[in-house]
């Protein structure tokens, strides 16, 4: 298997929006220093959850918040920053800066800069810019409040491992999103040890799918099982012919060995059937361009409700960039993993 080395979605090419955010909380991603956070905590930027409001609660510094929010600045300083380091390493295409709730008390403007580091790279030299040369993603730009700000990052999506938040001159961030493409990293790993290259902890990256109503396509190769049936994929009931269907781009070109399709949670709605092909097609590809030419890996198959299965008997045995999982009719599938040697 071989590793990317660069970006593979032009910036105007792509919604980064609709990207996985490489800074989620489970995906391990860590708020790891803040110079300031009396009025909330660093840590709650990355939560999974809706930023929510508690109309009467205060805490002993003030009115409870949730998300980040520093002191009003009385000492001349400029601005207030935290770092966090990204959950999986990877391109940096774009970033959601969500004020909700933040109305009288969020930041005039922010910046966004991205690092390159090592996984294990001490906080204190994270923290000092003549030991850390960070970059800017993301100039100077305004926000509002209560408000999800978006901004593409300026210029070619950068690698980064951390990335440091700025805002101008202090207030409230409710929640941090940063929408990149996913990064394989060789290195983790001794050679010829399986790997699971569907997901996103590796480099996976789900690309498109037929429908996802119910549930979003990027659940399909998060970590662990799923803890309840919105923590999957899953289409609405198809009323006509055909059926649905989702690829994911691997992390590396490899030879697949077994997948395993679980739709746990999935009881009175899981697909009564499926089918699982491949593609060839190189992983310099564009990220959103799906392949059109598939030939057969796991011929169709009879799914069981609630069920983690195991498939070891498929149809070949050559490298392979992308996979196809075809679910009949319909319905949802909690996990998909495809593991391979590296």
Same mark, same amino acid.
């Given at each position: 298997?071989?590793?990317?080395?660069?970006?593979?979605?032009?910036?105007?090419?792509?919604?980064?929006?609709?990207?996985?955010?490489?800074?989620?909380?489970?995906?391990?991603?860590?708020?790891?220093?803040?110079?300031?956070?009396?009025?909330?905590?660093?840590?709650?930027?990355?939560?999974?959850?809706?930023?929510? *409001?508690?109309?009467?609660?205060?805490?002993?510094?003030?009115?409870?918040?949730?998300? *980040?929010?520093?002191?009003?600045?009385?000492?001349?300083?400029?601005?207030?920053?935290?770092?966090?380091?990204?959950?999986?390493?990877?391109?940096?295409?774009?970033?959601?800066?969500?004020?909700?709730?933040?109305?009288?008390?969020?930041?005039?403007?922010?910046?966004?800069?991205?690092?390159?580091?090592?996984?294990?790279?001490?906080?204190?030299?994270?923290?000092?810019?003549?030991?850390?040369?960070?970059?800017?993603?993301?100039?100077?730009?305004?926000?509002?409040?209560?408000?999800?700000?978006?901004?593409?990052?300026?210029?070619?999506?950068?690698?980064?491992?951390?990335?440091?938040?700025?805002?101008?001159?202090?207030?409230?961030?409710?929640?941090?999103?940063?929408?990149?493409?996913?990064?394989?990293?060789?290195?983790?790993?001794?050679?010829?040890?399986?790997?699971?290259?569907?997901?996103?902890?590796?480099?996976?990256?789900?690309?498109?799918?037929?429908?996802?109503?119910?549930?979003?396509?990027?659940?399909?190769?998060?970590?662990?099982?799923?803890?309840?049936?919105?923590?999957?994929?899953?289409?609405?009931?198809?009323?006509?012919?055909?059926?649905?269907?989702?690829?994911?781009?691997?992390?590396?070109?490899?030879?697949?060995?077994?997948?395993?399709?679980?739709?746990?949670?999935?009881?009175?709605?899981?697909?009564?059937?499926?089918?699982?092909?491949?593609?060839?097609?190189?992983?310099?590809?564009?990220?959103?361009?799906?392949?059109?030419?598939?030939?057969?890996?796991?011929?169709?198959?009879?799914?069981?409700?609630?069920?983690?299965?195991?498939?070891?008997?498929?149809?070949?045995?050559?490298?392979?960039?992308?996979?196809?999982?075809?679910?009949?009719?319909?319905?949802?599938?909690?996990?998909?993993?495809?593991?391979?040697?590296?």
């Amino acid at each position: 298997m071989t590793t990317r080395l660069t970006a593979s979605i032009p910036r105007a090419a792509a919604n980064f929006t609709d990207l996985p955010d490489l800074a989620a909380e489970r995906l391990g991603g860590r708020v790891l220093l803040a110079n300031d956070e009396f009025f909330a905590p660093k840590e709650s930027l990355l939560k999974l959850a809706k930023p929510v *409001w508690r109309e009467d609660e205060y805490t002993d510094h003030g009115k409870w918040m949730d998300g *980040w929010e520093t002191r009003r600045r009385r000492d001349g300083g400029t601005h207030d920053w935290c770092i966090i380091k990204l959950g999986v390493p990877g391109f940096v295409h774009g970033v959601t800066i969500d004020t909700a709730f933040f109305k009288g008390n969020f930041p005039e403007y922010a910046t966004i800069e991205v690092v390159s580091a090592t996984s294990d790279a001490d906080v204190a030299m994270l923290a000092d810019d003549s030991l850390t040369k960070w970059h800017l993603a993301l100039a100077k730009s305004g926000l509002l409040g209560d408000t999800k700000n978006t901004y593409a990052v300026d210029g070619p999506p950068p690698h980064a491992t951390h990335v440091r938040l700025a805002i101008y001159p202090d207030g409230g961030v409710a929640r941090l999103r940063v929408h990149g493409e996913p990064v394989f990293d060789p290195s983790r790993y001794w050679s010829g040890t399986e790997v699971d290259v569907a997901a996103i902890t590796n480099g996976g990256l789900v690309l498109a799918c037929s429908d996802m109503f119910f549930g979003n396509r990027h659940n399909l190769n998060q970590p662990g099982r799923s803890t309840h049936m919105g923590d999957g994929w899953e289409t609405k009931r198809r009323r006509g012919p055909g059926n649905d269907w989702i690829v994911v781009r691997l992390a590396a070109r490899g030879t697949l060995r077994r997948l395993e399709i679980d739709t746990d949670h999935f009881k009175g709605n899981a697909p009564a059937s499926c089918m699982v092909e491949t593609a060839d097609v190189g992983l310099a590809a564009k990220s959103l361009d799906v392949p059109t030419d598939w030939e057969p890996l796991l011929p169709m198959t009879t799914l069981f409700p609630h069920n983690r299965a195991g498939f070891d008997k498929l149809l070949h045995e050559k490298p392979v960039t992308h996979v196809r999982l075809s679910i009949y009719p319909d319905g949802g599938i909690a996990r998909l993993r495809a593991f391979g040697k590296t």
